[in-house]
């Protein structure tokens, strides 16, 4: 049973709009969420984290929201830029049950057109 | 700036050889992770080590055996190779079981076996 889901395999925005991708999570236990990017041939890179006592974290064009009640996660991107295509993996980890490790999504590939 | 240094990069096996994937990190982490990522999925955690001195199976440990040498070096060794364990092997370390401090990865090592 996958614990964290990307239901979208792919997303196709145009250069300057907004990009958001999304994840689900079945357990209520995870407190800690991040994101990661990931280019071809490269490992993932982190890119941003949202403890559970947040709803909310921006850096710069990119925004995490978490909603705890639906068990949902996403990121937003704004402006999108064609760097920003990439394989995105959602992961979500327990502080206090799980030692650290993080357990991830599938991933979503963002393509943005010039 | 190496960050987390993986080798080899890229490796072809034949069914029912034996080989080690070696990881080195060079930024004082204490813990450290070995995942496979498959085509369209995500990562899937093989084995991690907390601290040095400990490993632990992750979601998917058989036909993988792990050593922690030292508190820089993690390895993953295929005792018998099977056209199943084809992937792409991920690295990771992070500062430690207590922190939710995200995780560094390497670049991979692509792994065929026939």
């Known amino acids: 049973d996958q614990q964290v889901k990307q239901n979208s395999p792919s997303l196709s925005v145009q250069e300057g709009r907004i990009s958001i991708l999304n994840c689900d999570y079945t357990?209520?236990?995870?407190?800690?969420f991040l994101w990661y990017k990931k280019y071809p041939a490269e490992g993932p890179t982190f890119l941003i984290s949202i403890s559970s006592i947040k709803d909310k974290n921006e850096d710069g064009r990119f925004t995490v929201f978490l909603n705890k009640s639906a068990k949902h996660l996403s990121l937003h991107i704004v402006p999108s830029q064609p760097g920003d295509s990439a394989v995105y993996f959602c992961a979500a980890s327990s502080l206090h049950t799980n030692a650290g490790k993080s357990t991830f999504g599938d991933g979503t590939t963002l393509t943005v057109k010039p | 700036n190496a960050g987390v240094t993986q080798t080899p990069k890229f490796q072809v096996l034949k069914t029912g050889q034996s080989m080690t994937l070696q990881c080195a990190q060079d930024m004082n982490h204490n813990s450290m992770y070995w995942y496979r990522q498959d085509p369209g999925m995500g990562l899937r955690l093989i084995y991690y080590?907390?601290?040095?001195?400990?490993?632990d199976k992750g979601e998917v440990p058989n036909g993988y055996n792990v050593s922690r040498l030292n508190k820089r070096e993690f390895s993953l060794r295929l005792e018998s190779a099977a056209p199943s364990q084809t992937s792409v092997y991920f690295c990771?370390?992070?500062?430690?079981?207590?922190?939710?401090?995200?995780?560094?990865f390497g670049d991979g090592t692509r792994l065929s076996i026939l």
């Open positions: 080590s907390a601290s040095e001195g400990t490993t």
């Open positions: 357990n209520s236990m995870f407190d800690y």
């Open positions: 990771a370390s992070s500062e430690g079981p207590s922190s939710n401090q995200p995780q560094h």
